[in-house]
Every structure is written in structure tokens, then in C-alpha cells.
């Protein structure tokens, strides 16, 4: 895969959606025509969404929507997942095979009750006036395709009756529109899941530079640009090595004769025989958490270890699939596109291993969090409602803890404990005769629902956290490390680490790549005396610099590792160092000549 080419496509076509986005902006705000009549909703909702943030927040959030939409079905067209090509010509034309197909007349059964054929055919035949027919012929063929995946993947392909048709980009068909130079940057030799997983990086490359040119002005990093200040994408060996020493481990020890090993090259097999281990019997039991799952990486590659586990105990291919997705993997985001990316991969690798399962779909389990706000008077007549003996003060501490979200994500450690049958019991309570706290009840079970993915009950915890220094949080970030996690207040990725482990059962694993400043700073003493005296480090793979062939020279140090959840005195952890390596590759290789001797 030529990252180099996916990294200078992603930011071009950041800036030229951006600039094609402003533009149709401009000119649905300031034009009466016969296009915007009867979509007066879309266009009051994009004006009520400019008064709540700025027009160049919506020029960003569309251009962005828009990027995603497009990867994924050129990434659908490339794998032979779509009928017929949407962004791709069939072999010897120039435009995408949808538009040459409707020309003939010829529309995909699927997306037929979506589409006004007449309408495509008048614009084709130029029966209706239009500044460019063919153009706006295969607008409506992509809104109706959209429309149709919506079905399949709500979290990606929302249903186009919004503002975001509005904004459509205009230049579609030329050579030199966006999607001409994604079909060269996205290549037959280049749609590995993973790509997803690049492209997002790069996309929001620039905004990530600009966040820390303006951290060295002493500007803190806002909610909003935390993402863009922590996302890294995780070397693939590193994943394998956390996957591996986590997932494929807690299945080795309770399945010896397991012939998983033979698709692990980055296991380290424990130097002497376990008997103190967590029990799992059956492979739907397997609850495997990215609590900062960005585009999905660590969860692609749990997905293939799950398969094969699944497959080798006999389970039918085509249930394989859907089983993985319903009972094993969960990801919890506070970037939304990041979010919608990892479930859209997790559905590709559903559909790698069962090409008909988008016709019966199963939902990823991917969390993006967010911002829920109660007021007093809110909840004192919600408990009324429902009861003083069912609102205890846990569940009332819960409820006003998602004010937050997008600012403290997964290191939100909800206060109730017992989140399911408080949910169950609400449910029950249904709320409908009730108008006025319907509203409420909806928000309660929403917050119920998130404080579930931030529950302890995962066997596996897998993560590249971000990282963030105490100098760029925001004041109620800062305090709110302060308060919650003294302990490892220093940056965001030892918040994590501790995080983590309350994330996991006992007797679970955790697996990380991290910096590696928590093996020795005095800040994070406690930190260390907290993961000695109630874990174990069962390896660790300390790479120093370099272990990131996208960031260049000394900046990032950093260290790979998997603690399990329990306190073991007498283990004797694998510990491997790497720091010499000056590459990914280089350190790769060392890590498996390593393996080799033990």
C-alpha cells in the first residue's frame, strides 16, 4: 500500500470539498431557485445549524461527510460489494457505470424505489433544462444510493433528505473532480480495510498540525479538536502484537490445542505452564473493547483472530459474521466520522467473509458519545415519574456525567454499576402516555446505553490512546484529571492506562501502545506502584522512537505491552527491547527474531 499517495489525495481532497462545499453554501443561501423549492425543511435546518455554530463549521462538518460517503463506495466498487459501479466506470468507459447504465435505461434494482426515474431520464435525454444534465443525473443516482445503504449502515449513509444533499459538490464527472482522483489514489492494489484507517489520518492531517502550531501559542486543545490532536494510526504489526498477546492468548491458555497459534506470528508463548486464568469456554463469550477505537484498526484485525476461533469450533461460515459482531467487538469514539469509519470497516470485513451480508446486516457495536444535558427541574419530575426507590443517587450521578463527552470520552467511569437492569427496568416504564418526559426518558436510556460501553465487563481492552499532555488540556479536562485520575493526571494516555484496567474483569487483559515516559517519570510513581501491586505485565515490547514511519525522527517514544488484570507475584513477563530499530520494518523484524529464541 503507497501511503504517499493516499496522504496527498486525503488533503486535496479535504481542500477541494471544503472549497466546493463553501461555494454551494453561498449559493443555497443566496438563491431563489426552482432546485431549493420544496426543500424548505433541509434549508431551514442548515440555517438553524449555522446560528448554532458558524458557517464554517457546517463547510467542514459536509465536506467531511461527504469525504467518508465517497471512500466508502469507491471501497465497495473496488471489492465488488456494489451491484454496479457507483464511483466506477465499467471496463473501457469514463463514467461511473450507474450513470452509463441509467443512459440506456437500466436502474439498480436496489436503489429503483429511491430514484424518480423519469426524472434522470428527462435530465438524460434533455427533456428538462439543466445547466449540466448529466451532472445532476448522477446526483440523484448518489442520493439514492445513499439512501439505499441507509438501510444497512444508518451510521454512515444517513438518509439524504437533508441539508448534506443540499451541499453536494458539483464537480462529480470531470477529470478533474474528486472522485477522478480518488479512483486513482484508491487502487485495486490498495483497498485493504486499513486504507480506511489512512485516509482518515491524512485527512485531518492539517487540521491536526494546525491544533499544534497553536498548542506552542499556549492555546489549549478545545473538545473539538481533540481528535484531530490525538489520532494516530497504529502500525499493523503493533496491532497483531497487542491482539495476539491478548485476545489470541486468554484463547490459547483455555484451548492449548488450539491451532490459532499458526496464525499469530507475533505471539509470545508464555515461558511456563498457567493455571490461574480466565475461564471462556465458547467464543460468543469473548468481549473484546477499543475504548479510543479511531477508525476501527484494532478492531479489524480482532474481527480476523475471532474468525478463525469461531471457524475452528465448527461454527457455519455465513453465521460467522453476524455472531462476531453481535456478542464480540465494541469501540467506543468521540470523533463521530472516526466513529462511522470503524463500524463501515467492521462491515467490510463482514462482508470479506460473507459476500451476501449486507443483505441481512448486523449493526457494529461502535459507541460515538455524546453531549447529554439534563436541567433540575428536568430530573426532579423524571424521578417523580418513575420512582424515588429506582432514581438512586448512582443513577442520578450518572445521568449528569455525559454533560461532557466529547471532552472526557472513555474516561468517564460511570458511577452506577448495575447499568443494565436499571436500563431494563426504565425501558419497562416505556413513558409514552407521558409527553413531556418522553423527551427525558429517551435521554436517560441514551446515557444508560453509553455508560453500558463504559461498563467493566470485557475480557480484552485494546488501545492506542491518545496522547496529551496536561499544557494542552482545556480547563475542565485539566480538573477533571485532577479529580478523577491523580493518580495519572499527567497525560491523557496514563489516564488511560488506569482507565483500562477498570474496564477489564478481573483476570482480563489489557493491551497498549502508549509513550513510554509512565516506565520512568516521578509523576507517574504511583501510576507504576498501581499497575505492579494489582496487575502483571505479561510482555512488553519497548519500542522507543521510530516505531511510526508516519512521524518522522525522535518525536514519539513509545512502548507496546499487555498487563492482565490480577495480581501475580511470581510471573515472569516477556520483555523485548526494540529501541534500536529504525523503522517500522527494523523493528518488526526484531520483535520476531526475538520470539524465535525464547
Given at each position: 500500500?503507497?501511503?504517499?499517495?493516499?496522504?496527498?489525495?486525503?488533503?486535496?481532497?479535504?481542500?477541494?470539498?471544503?472549497?466546493?462545499?463553501?461555494?454551494?453554501?453561498?449559493?443555497?443561501?443566496?438563491?431563489?431557485?426552482?432546485?431549493?423549492?420544496?426543500?424548505?425543511?433541509?434549508?431551514?435546518?442548515?440555517?438553524?445549524?449555522?446560528?448554532?455554530?458558524?458557517?464554517?463549521?457546517?463547510?467542514?462538518?459536509?465536506?467531511?461527510?461527504?469525504?467518508?460517503?465517497?471512500?466508502?463506495?469507491?471501497?465497495?466498487?473496488?471489492?465488488?460489494?456494489?451491484?454496479?459501479?457507483?464511483?466506477?466506470?465499467?471496463?473501457?468507459?469514463?463514467?461511473?457505470?450507474?450513470?452509463?447504465?441509467?443512459?440506456?435505461?437500466?436502474?439498480?434494482?436496489?436503489?429503483?424505489?429511491?430514484?424518480?426515474?423519469?426524472?434522470?431520464?428527462?435530465?438524460?435525454?434533455?427533456?428538462?433544462?439543466?445547466?449540466?444534465?448529466?451532472?445532476?443525473?448522477?446526483?440523484?443516482?448518489?442520493?439514492?444510493?445513499?439512501?439505499?445503504?441507509?438501510?444497512?449502515?444508518?451510521?454512515?449513509?444517513?438518509?439524504?433528505?437533508?441539508?448534506?444533499?443540499?451541499?453536494?459538490?458539483?464537480?462529480?464527472?470531470?477529470?478533474?473532480?474528486?472522485?477522478?482522483?480518488?479512483?486513482?489514489?484508491?487502487?485495486?492494489?490498495?483497498?485493504?480495510?486499513?486504507?480506511?484507517?489512512?485516509?482518515?489520518?491524512?485527512?485531518?492531517?492539517?487540521?491536526?498540525?494546525?491544533?499544534?502550531?497553536?498548542?506552542?501559542?499556549?492555546?489549549?486543545?478545545?473538545?473539538?479538536?481533540?481528535?484531530?490532536?490525538?489520532?494516530?494510526?497504529?502500525?499493523?504489526?503493533?496491532?497483531?502484537?497487542?491482539?495476539?498477546?491478548?485476545?489470541?492468548?486468554?484463547?490459547?491458555?483455555?484451548?492449548?490445542?488450539?491451532?490459532?497459534?499458526?496464525?499469530?506470528?507475533?505471539?509470545?508463548?508464555?515461558?511456563?505452564?498457567?493455571?490461574?486464568?480466565?475461564?471462556?469456554?465458547?467464543?460468543?463469550?469473548?468481549?473484546?473493547?477499543?475504548?479510543?477505537?479511531?477508525?476501527?484498526?484494532?478492531?479489524?484485525?480482532?474481527?480476523?483472530?475471532?474468525?478463525?476461533?469461531?471457524?475452528?469450533?465448527?461454527?457455519?461460515?455465513?453465521?460467522?459474521?453476524?455472531?462476531?459482531?453481535?456478542?464480540?467487538?465494541?469501540?467506543?469514539?468521540?470523533?463521530?466520522?472516526?466513529?462511522?469509519l470503524a463500524a463501515f470497516a467492521l462491515v467490510m470485513k463482514a462482508c470479506e467473509k460473507y459476500k451476501h451480508?449486507?443483505?441481512?446486516?448486523?449493526?457494529?457495536?461502535?459507541?460515538?458519545?455524546?453531549?447529554?444535558?439534563?436541567?433540575?427541574?428536568?430530573?426532579?419530575?423524571?424521578?417523580?415519574?418513575?420512582?424515588?426507590?429506582?432514581?438512586?443517587?448512582?443513577?442520578?450521578?450518572?445521568?449528569?456525567?455525559?454533560?461532557?463527552?466529547?471532552?472526557?470520552?472513555?474516561?468517564?467511569?460511570?458511577?452506577?454499576?448495575?447499568?443494565?437492569?436499571?436500563?431494563?427496568?426504565?425501558?419497562?416504564?416505556?413513558?409514552?402516555?407521558?409527553?413531556?418526559?418522553?423527551?427525558?426518558?429517551?435521554?436517560?436510556?441514551?446515557?444508560?446505553?453509553?455508560?453500558?460501553?463504559?461498563?467493566?465487563?470485557?475480557?480484552?481492552?485494546?488501545?492506542?490512546?491518545?496522547?496529551?499532555?496536561?499544557?494542552?488540556?482545556?480547563?475542565?479536562?485539566?480538573?477533571?484529571?485532577?479529580?478523577?485520575?491523580?493518580?495519572?493526571?499527567?497525560?491523557?494516555?496514563?489516564?488511560f492506562i488506569e482507565r483500562n484496567l477498570k474496564l477489564a474483569v478481573k483476570y482480563g487483559s489489557v493491551a497498549?501502545?502508549?509513550?513510554?515516559?509512565?516506565?520512568?517519570?516521578?509523576?507517574?510513581?504511583?501510576?507504576?506502584?498501581?499497575?505492579?501491586?494489582?496487575?502483571?505485565?505479561?510482555?512488553?515490547?519497548?519500542?522507543?522512537?521510530?516505531?511510526?514511519?508516519?512521524?518522522?525522527?525522535?518525536?514519539?517514544?513509545?512502548?507496546?505491552?499487555?498487563?492482565?488484570?490480577?495480581?501475580?507475584?511470581?510471573?515472569?513477563?516477556?520483555?523485548?527491547?526494540?529501541?534500536?530499530?529504525?523503522?517500522?520494518?527494523?523493528?518488526?523484524?526484531?520483535?520476531?527474531?526475538?520470539?524465535?529464541?525464547?
Amino acid at each position: 500500500m503507497d501511503t504517499a499517495v493516499l496522504k496527498k489525495f486525503a488533503q486535496a481532497a479535504r481542500k477541494q470539498l471544503i472549497e466546493q462545499v463553501a461555494i454551494k453554501l453561498d449559493y443555497v443561501l443566496h438563491t431563489d431557485s426552482a432546485e431549493l423549492r420544496g426543500k424548505e425543511k433541509a434549508l431551514e435546518d442548515l440555517k438553524s445549524l449555522i446560528r448554532k455554530t458558524s458557517e464554517e463549521a457546517v463547510v467542514d462538518k459536509v465536506a467531511y461527510i461527504w469525504f467518508n460517503r465517497f471512500c466508502a463506495l469507491r471501497f465497495m466498487d473496488v471489492n465488488r460489494y456494489t451491484r454496479m459501479g457507483i464511483l466506477t466506470p465499467a471496463r473501457d468507459f469514463t463514467q461511473p457505470e450507474i450513470l452509463q447504465e441509467a443512459k440506456q435505461g437500466y436502474f439498480d434494482a436496489g436503489i429503483e424505489k429511491f430514484v424518480d426515474k423519469q426524472q434522470v431520464l428527462d435530465l438524460l435525454s434533455n427533456k428538462t433544462a439543466a445547466n449540466d444534465p448529466q451532472q445532476e443525473a448522477y446526483k440523484l443516482l448518489l442520493v439514492a444510493t445513499c439512501n439505499y445503504y441507509h438501510e444497512a449502515m444508518p451510521f454512515l449513509f444517513e438518509k439524504i433528505e437533508d441539508y448534506t444533499e443540499l451541499l453536494m459538490p458539483d464537480d462529480l464527472l470531470s477529470e478533474n473532480s474528486v472522485l477522478q482522483a480518488m479512483r486513482e489514489a484508491i487502487g485495486t492494489d490498495s483497498c485493504e480495510v486499513e486504507t480506511i484507517g489512512w485516509l482518515y489520518q491524512f485527512y485531518i492531517s492539517e487540521k491536526k498540525d494546525q491544533v499544534f502550531a497553536a498548542l506552542k501559542k499556549n492555546k489549549k486543545v478545545t473538545p473539538e479538536d481533540i481528535p484531530a490532536a490525538t489520532q494516530l494510526f497504529t502500525p499493523h504489526w503493533i496491532v497483531r502484537y497487542l491482539v495476539e498477546n491478548s485476545l489470541g492468548r486468554l484463547w490459547m491458555l483455555n484451548h492449548p490445542a488450539s491451532t490459532l497459534i499458526e496464525h499469530m506470528d507475533y505471539y509470545i508463548k508464555p515461558e511456563q505452564q498457567e493455571t490461574d486464568f480466565l475461564q471462556v469456554s465458547s467464543p460468543e463469550e469473548l468481549k473484546v473493547c477499543d475504548p479510543a477505537c479511531g477508525s476501527g484498526h484494532m478492531l479489524t484485525y480482532a474481527f480476523d483472530l475471532l474468525y478463525h476461533i469461531y471457524e475452528e469450533q465448527g461454527y457455519e461460515a455465513k453465521e460467522i459474521p453476524r455472531l462476531i459482531l453481535e456478542n464480540n467487538l465494541f469501540g467506543v469514539e468521540i470523533d463521530e466520522r472516526a466513529g462511522e469509519l470503524a463500524a463501515f470497516a467492521l462491515v467490510m470485513k463482514a462482508c470479506e467473509k460473507y459476500k451476501h451480508f449486507l443483505r441481512k446486516p448486523v449493526q457494529p457495536q461502535i459507541c460515538v458519545l455524546e453531549n447529554i444535558h439534563f436541567t433540575d427541574d428536568e430530573l426532579n419530575e423524571y424521578m417523580d415519574e418513575v420512582g424515588r426507590d429506582l432514581f438512586t443517587q448512582p443513577l442520578q450521578d450518572t445521568l449528569i456525567q455525559f454533560m461532557d463527552s466529547d471532552n472526557f470520552g472513555s474516561l468517564i467511569c460511570p458511577a452506577l454499576k448495575d447499568v443494565v437492569g436499571v436500563r431494563t427496568l426504565l425501558e419497562e416504564k416505556g413513558m409514552v402516555s407521558n409527553m413531556f418526559l418522553h423527551k427525558t426518558h429517551q435521554k436517560v436510556l441514551q446515557v444508560l446505553k453509553q455508560a453500558d460501553y463504559l461498563s467493566q465487563k470485557y475480557q480484552v481492552v485494546i488501545a492506542n490512546p491518545p496522547y496529551m499532555g496536561g499544557k494542552g488540556m482545556n480547563a475542565a479536562l485539566k480538573t477533571f484529571a485532577g479529580q478523577a485520575y491523580p493518580n495519572s493526571k499527567s497525560d491523557l494516555f496514563a489516564m488511560f492506562i488506569e482507565r483500562n484496567l477498570k474496564l477489564a474483569v478481573k483476570y482480563g487483559s489489557v493491551a497498549m501502545i502508549t509513550m513510554q515516559s509512565w516506565m520512568f517519570l516521578s509523576s507517574y510513581e504511583k501510576l507504576r506502584s498501581h499497575i505492579l501491586n494489582d496487575g502483571t505485565i505479561l510482555s512488553m515490547a519497548h519500542l522507543g522512537a521510530r516505531a511510526f514511519d508516519s512521524i518522522g525522527g525522535e518525536v514519539v517514544s513509545t512502548t507496546a505491552f499487555v498487563l492482565s488484570n490480577h495480581h501475580n507475584p511470581e510471573y515472569k513477563g516477556a520483555y523485548l527491547r526494540l529501541v534500536d530499530g529504525m523503522s517500522e520494518q527494523e523493528k518488526s523484524d526484531m520483535f520476531k527474531e526475538a520470539i524465535k529464541c525464547q
